[in-house]
């Protein structure tokens, strides 16, 4: 197997850094150790690495377009109010640069991923709700084709009915009854004189709200 280093994600909870891994366990590699100024072994990228520094939990996730590329901010924690930022030693050979670098793409690698769902996320909702519009606006359309074809027909209804009413009329007066009494006898006689200036008036506010609602939806 390569001796390639790669991040080790012991910790099934998430709740510490991964560690620095040479090649396959059990294949020849293991977690890269090193010793410390104190003269303590720690491995790589573990807690107790003199590396991890802290910095304010407030400021995750802007962290990582503020620090140095090469000193990856993590949501790792360090206590109640700080995360872990790993500063690594300025020699790129050295095995904490390594861990560095892996660690940054690792992080930036699931930020970019993330956004990039969020965006698809974003972007599908967005043709969700031009579709739901199209859709809205055909559906508003063909509801005001409809109301003005049937305000149309109501007009048209009203003009013969006022007709018949001014018929209806001449012939009452010539039996002596009153106005009062030729307007209800017609009414009676045409029940459908009840309603339907009503029913014009409702269809014109349909159609005053649908014309609205379409300039609403351009």
């Not at 003005?148 to 009203?158: M, S």
Request: net charge positive.
């Amino acid at each position: 197997m390569a001796n390639t280093y790669s991040l080790d994600f012991y910790d099934p909870s998430n709740r510490n850094p991964p560690v620095l891994q040479l090649g396959v366990i059990g294949f020849g590699g293991g977690r890269v150790q090193q010793t410390g100024s104190n003269g303590v072994n720690y491995i790589v990228g573990n807690p107790d690495d003199p590396h991890w520094h802290p910095y304010p939990k407030s400021m995750w996730p802007g962290a990582l377009d503020m620090f140095p590329i090469r000193q990856p901010p993590t949501n790792y924690e360090w206590d109640a109010n700080h995360y872990r930022t790993y500063i690594p030693d300025n020699d790129t050979n050295s095995v904490s640069y390594k861990y560095a670098t892996l660690l940054i793409n690792n992080i930036t690698g699931a930020r970019d991923a993330a956004r990039a769902q969020t965006a698809q996320v974003a972007a599908a909702q967005a043709e969700q709700v031009a579709a739901d519009n199209r859709r809205r606006k055909a559906q508003v359309k063909q509801q005001l084709e409809q109301a003005k074809a049937n305000l149309k027909t109501l007009e048209g209804e009203k003009t013969t009915l006022e007709s018949s009413y001014n018929r209806y009329v001449r012939r009452q007066s010539r039996s002596g009854a009153t106005p009062q009494q030729i307007l209800d006898n017609f009414k009676m006689e045409n029940p459908r004189s009840l309603t339907l200036q009503p029913t014009i008036d409702t269809t014109k506010r349909n159609i005053q709200s649908a014309t609205n609602e379409l300039r609403d939806l351009a």
